[in-house]
């Protein structure tokens, strides 16, 4: 009788340990986990979405209108000839790992008709399809093997492979770009 209460009550509390101590185990550090900012590259922690880091953005894109600012929702929506197509996970398979690369997408376009005309529901699904295609193609290429994404390379071969079928593209913009290598078992 002993044995089974020790049983039924050791064994639940060995597999949470267990769970707590994987779970701790497989969760990135902040080091670890890193995303590509949109348009210069730059890597930056992704575990919490700092507001002081946004702020110092926004006051240093104000001080050197030069460099191109972070992409961010509020700049994206007051253009109207860029749409969001949203987020997109695409597995890069490697020969010991796999890198997860999310990218939230939208495209600037060339006029504000384009826009109009690629927003509606059944050209964005197109347009999705397509992107996704290109993301496929990119990750059996060189753009998404290596230890960081070259976002202007990435954003630059989308562009022409999209240009192909769809006309008044004038660049891919990410909105978001993450990578996260996992390895194989």
Do not use: W
């Not at 044995?3 to 670890?32: H, R």
């Not at 894109?61 to 460099?67: D, I, L, V």
């Not at 972070?70 to 790992?97: C, F, Y």
């Amino acid at each position: 009788m002993n044995k089974v209460a020790i049983a039924v009550v050791a064994l639940p509390l060995a597999c949470m340990a267990a769970g707590y101590a994987a779970g701790g185990a497989l969760v990135p550090t902040p080091s670890e986990s890193h995303t590509v900012a949109a348009d210069h590259g730059d890597l930056a922690p992704v575990a919490k979405h700092d507001t002081a880091h946004d702020a110092e953005l926004d006051h240093a894109a104000q001080e050197s209108p030069a460099q191109p600012a972070e992409m961010n929702a509020h700049l994206l929506a007051e253009d109207r000839t860029v749409i969001r197509l949203g987020q997109m996970t695409i597995p890069v398979e490697k020969a010991n790992s796999v890198s997860y690369v999310v990218a939230d997408f939208a495209l600037k376009l060339e006029s504000l008709e384009l826009a109009e005309q690629y927003k509606r529901v059944e050209e964005a699904t197109r347009i999705r399809d397509s992107l996704l295609t290109a993301m496929n193609l990119a990750a059996e290429g060189a753009v998404l093997r290596g230890v960081a994404i070259d976002s202007d390379a990435l954003s630059s071969l989308i562009r022409d492979l999209l240009s192909k079928d769809y006309d008044g593209i004038d660049d891919v913009l990410f909105v978001s770009l993450y990578k996260q290598d996992v390895a194989r078992l």
